[in-house]
């Protein structure tokens, strides 16, 4: 099936989860869809009711047999989210009973949905622009309160309005330098260079912002990877066991762990953090090379942020002194926990840690009896948002939009450099035109087929 046809036909689809449930949705949308559910409703003419109302009733085969008792819920178009008329059928959520009616409705005329076909109904029908059409599906994935924030965002425009304002303006000097080409004879500039220079250089700035924030937002919304590194005994399992207490109810083990490293997802001030204990990796016999093994330093390098723990009582300074530089790598700020403290209080950082040492944070605690452990946790969120207010600000966590961001400097970069070497307009004028289309792939302003069924197939059935 051709993404962009068949516009006309009426689709059905289940839109809550297989199986059983209290209620179970079917959702319906296409010019078709009131009549086509009047057809097997018993209860109010659907076809005479107001958009945005909910009716009871029956739905009954052809043969008169009730199959449920059902609120039926009517929206006409374009005030729906497909934009399309569109009726939701909330039955008994009996999978026996959601087959039957999808099948009535099939067998009526209606087509069953492709994925995401409603929201691509929503994007051709101009309710919904890509970059918020990709959000929804965002946000039926979000499952912490960091990555629902970006995808609300999302979803409300916040990407859609920083690329829309950066395209106007430079399509407003597209169209002038255009005109100027049309002159060309005349040799005359409507567009003032001095201004276009500074406008491209604005946009290439902000371009450049928007990408810096995506590995920010990707690692906000997939956890931010942090691992905890130390000697056998120094209590890495206990710190982590403290910084998950008030969590273990609701954080479960993610899928997929290594039987020798224990990873859990950890939410501090609502950003994910996916702790990595490298408890398990025993490969080294000697004490001494543990810290150095080669999983563990994979480990490290894959992190944003290490926590290196020891022992205060067993650990003599130079050893600290050693671990931390076996595991420090450039850019990957390490907080060296120094544990059990209830042992001995008075242990100072001057004593482990080289003078103005950099990428260091020197944190005393107890894992054991909870002493500053909140402490280490203001640590860790500091580490990852330097102190920039991240709930306020546009994320960037879509690969896709990177991408068209990417293009887009290309083609800026290669304007700003055609207007400095003082070759024609006709090619700056090329390289501003494909900036605009790398723009507006983003907001699916340009689009292909293929790029929509690719957009599209990720998404559930019934959205
Ligand atoms: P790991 O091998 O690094 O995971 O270390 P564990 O978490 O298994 O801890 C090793 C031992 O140290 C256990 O007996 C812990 O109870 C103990 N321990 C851990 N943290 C503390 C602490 O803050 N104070 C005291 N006194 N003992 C601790």
């Given at each position: 099936m051709g993404i962009q046809k068949g516009l006309e036909d009426t689709?059905?689809?289940?839109?809550?989860?297989?199986?059983?449930?209290?209620?179970?949705?079917?959702?319906?949308?296409?010019?078709?869809?009131?009549?086509?559910?009047?057809?097997?409703?018993?209860?109010?003419?659907?076809?005479?009711v107001a958009s945005h109302t909910v009716h009871f009733g029956r739905l009954q085969d052809r043969e008169g047999f009730t199959l449920d008792e059902v609120l039926v819920t009517v929206f006409r178009h374009p005030?729906?989210?497909?934009?399309?008329?569109?009726?939701?059928?909330?039955?008994?959520?009996?999978?026996?009973?959601?087959?039957?009616?999808?099948?009535?409705?099939?067998?009526?005329?209606?087509?069953?949905?492709?994925?995401?076909?409603?929201?691509?109904?929503?994007?051709?029908?101009?309710?919904?622009?890509?970059?918020?059409?990709?959000?929804?599906?965002d946000l039926i994935a979000s499952e912490n309160v960091t990555s629902h924030r970006m995808a609300m965002d999302q979803m409300r425009g916040g990407i859609s309005k920083k690329i829309g304002g950066l395209r106007q303006q430079l399509l407003d000097f597209a169209s002038l330098i255009e005109l100027e080409l049309d002159f060309s004879e005349e040799d005359v500039e409507f567009a003032d260079r001095g201004q276009l220079k500074e406008l491209l250089l604005t946009i290439l700035h902000l371009v450049e912002e928007l990408m810096a924030s995506f590995k920010l937002g990707n690692v906000l919304k997939k956890g931010i990877n942090t691992v905890i590194a130390g000697r056998p005994n120094a209590g890495k399992s206990t710190l982590l066991n403290a910084l998950l207490e008030e969590e273990r109810a609701i954080v479960s083990p993610i899928a997929g762990t290594t039987r020798d490293t224990i990873e859990e997802l950890l939410q501090i001030e609502g950003i994910p953090f996916r702790i990595i204990d490298t408890a398990g990796i025993r490969e080294?016999?000697?004490?001494?090379?543990?810290?150095?093994?080669?999983?563990?330093?994979?480990?490290?390098?894959?992190?944003?942020?290490?926590?290196?723990?020891?022992?205060?009582?067993?650990?003599?300074?130079?050893?600290?002194?050693?671990?931390?530089?076996?595991?420090?790598?450039?850019?990957?700020?390490?907080?060296?926990?120094?544990?059990?403290?209830?042992?001995?209080?008075y242990t100072l950082p001057e004593h482990y840690l080289e003078p103005d040492q950099e990428g260091v944070v020197w944190v005393?605690?107890?894992?054991?009896?909870?002493?500053?452990?909140?402490?280490?946790?203001?640590?860790?969120?500091?580490?990852?948002?330097?102190?920039?207010?991240?709930?306020?600000?546009?994320?960037?966590?879509?690969?896709?939009?990177?991408?068209?961001?990417?293009?887009?400097?290309?083609?800026?970069?290669?304007?700003?450099?055609?207007?400095?070497?003082?070759?024609?307009?006709?090619?700056?004028?090329?390289?501003?035109?494909?900036?605009?289309?790398?723009?507006?792939?983003?907001?699916?302003?340009?689009?292909?087929?293929?790029?929509?069924?690719?957009?599209?197939?990720?998404?559930?059935?019934?959205?």
């Open positions: 689709i059905v689809a289940l839109a809550t989860p297989q199986g059983v449930g209290a209620i179970g949705v079917i959702r319906v949308s296409g010019t078709k869809a009131i009549i086509l559910v009047d057809e097997f409703f018993s209860g109010k003419n659907l076809d005479k005030a729906s989210y497909t934009g399309e008329d569109s009726v939701e059928i909330s039955c008994h959520g009996s999978s026996y009973i959601l087959e039957k009616v999808l099948t009535l409705l099939i067998e009526g005329g209606a087509r069953l949905a492709g994925p995401g076909e409603f929201t691509l109904r929503a994007f051709l029908n101009g309710k919904l622009d890509l970059s918020q059409a990709e959000a929804v599906a080294a016999e000697d004490a001494i090379e543990q810290i150095g093994v080669e999983r563990t330093m994979e480990k490290v390098r894959q992190s944003a942020v290490v926590i290196y723990v020891f022992d205060v009582i067993a650990m003599p300074p130079e050893q600290v002194r050693e671990d931390i530089a076996a595991l420090q790598q450039e850019g990957i700020p390490m907080l060296v926990v120094a544990n059990k403290m209830d042992l001995n209080p005393a605690l107890s894992a054991l009896n909870g002493m500053n452990i909140a402490h280490l946790k203001n640590e860790l969120v500091r580490q990852v948002t330097t102190g920039k207010g991240i709930m306020d600000t546009t994320l960037l966590s879509n690969a896709r939009h990177l991408e068209a961001l990417m293009s887009t400097r290309e083609s800026l970069t290669a304007a700003l450099r055609i207007m400095e070497d003082g070759i024609s307009s006709d090619f700056m004028a090329i390289e501003i035109r494909h900036a605009l289309n790398h723009l507006g792939e983003i907001t699916g302003e340009v689009s292909t087929e293929d790029l929509l069924g690719n957009i599209f197939s990720n998404f559930c059935i019934g959205k």
